[in-house]
Nanobody
Framework: QVQLVESGGGLVQAGGSLRLSCAAS????????MGWYRQAPGKQRELVAI???????IYTDSVKGRFTISRDDAKNTVYLQMNSLKPEDTAVYYC????????????????WGQGTQVTVSL
């Protein structure tokens, strides 16, 4: 069973930076895309950024130029560097892995992390 464990959330002042990490553990043959979603109180969960195994990247418009997503396939880890943070970035950030295979020929599945709180104060 593949599990995702996030770290790096916390409280930061507006304009500050945080780096989130998400490590996948378990028996892993391949992971297609890894990404970050966030959910603010009273709002739906939304995509923040996603990176595929081929290196394609998508950002939601509100974080372009401020956030950078990257992945280390040797460590099955995805990172989210968040700079110039704003109060509206406050949310629980969830890591997601898509197309997860435990062995060659396995059916792909999706996994979610438990979430990490990011709070940006004025």
């Amino acid at each position: 069973q593949v599990q995702l464990v996030e770290s790096g959330g916390g409280l930061v002042q507006a304009g500050g930076s945080l780096r989130l990490s998400c490590a996948a553990s378990g028996t892993i043959f391949s992971i297609n895309a890894m990404g970050w979603y966030r959910q603010a109180p009273g709002k739906q969960r939304e995509l923040v950024a996603i990176i595929t195994s081929g290196g394609s990247i998508i950002y939601t418009d509100s974080v372009k130029g401020r956030f950078t997503i990257s992945r280390d396939d040797a460590k099955n880890t995805v990172y989210l560097q968040m700079n110039s943070l704003k109060p509206e970035d406050t949310a629980v950030y969830y890591c997601n892995a898509q197309g997860v295979k435990g062995y060659y020929g396995a059916s792909p599945s999706s996994r979610w992390g438990q979430g990490t709180q990011v709070t940006v104060s004025l």
